[in-house]
């Protein structure tokens, strides 16, 4: 069965830091994509950073130079470390993974996901 749990969110006041996590098990996790997500009530979910399985990475334009994906294959563990976060990141993140497409990228939809970890930032 494939589990993919987040933790560590919580509140923060803006310009602070917070690092949410995630810890996968159920599947084999080589040959995935493995990605944060994040919906506010009432809007699509977004694309904060994804890390392909060769490890290079991609950001949102909102969270370039504050967000850092990570991951840790020996764990199955994935990271977000949030920094300078603002208001506007308040949101729910989820964790979600996605099969390695055969050209070597990230697919556009997403296999597996989490139940999602709520972060709120304030003013």
């Known amino acids: 069965q494939v589990q993919l749990v987040e933790s560590g969110g919580g509140s923060v006041q803006a310009g602070g830091s917070l690092r949410v996590s995630c810890a996968a098990s159920g599947y084999t996790w080589s040959g995935y994509c493995m990605g944060w997500f994040r919906q506010v009530p009432g809007k699509a979910r977004e694309v904060v950073a994804i890390?392909?399985?060769?490890?290079?990475?991609n950001y949102a334009d909102s969270v370039k130079g504050r967000f850092t994906i990570s991951k840790d294959n020996a764990k199955k563990t994935l990271d977000l470390q949030m920094d300078s976060v603002k208001p506007e990141d308040t949101s729910a993140y989820y964790c979600a993974a996605g099969h390695v497409s055969p050209y070597g990228s990230c697919p556009p939809r997403y296999n597996y996901w989490g139940r999602g970890t709520q972060v709120t930032v304030s003013s």
């Open positions: 890390i392909n399985e060769d490890g290079s990475t």
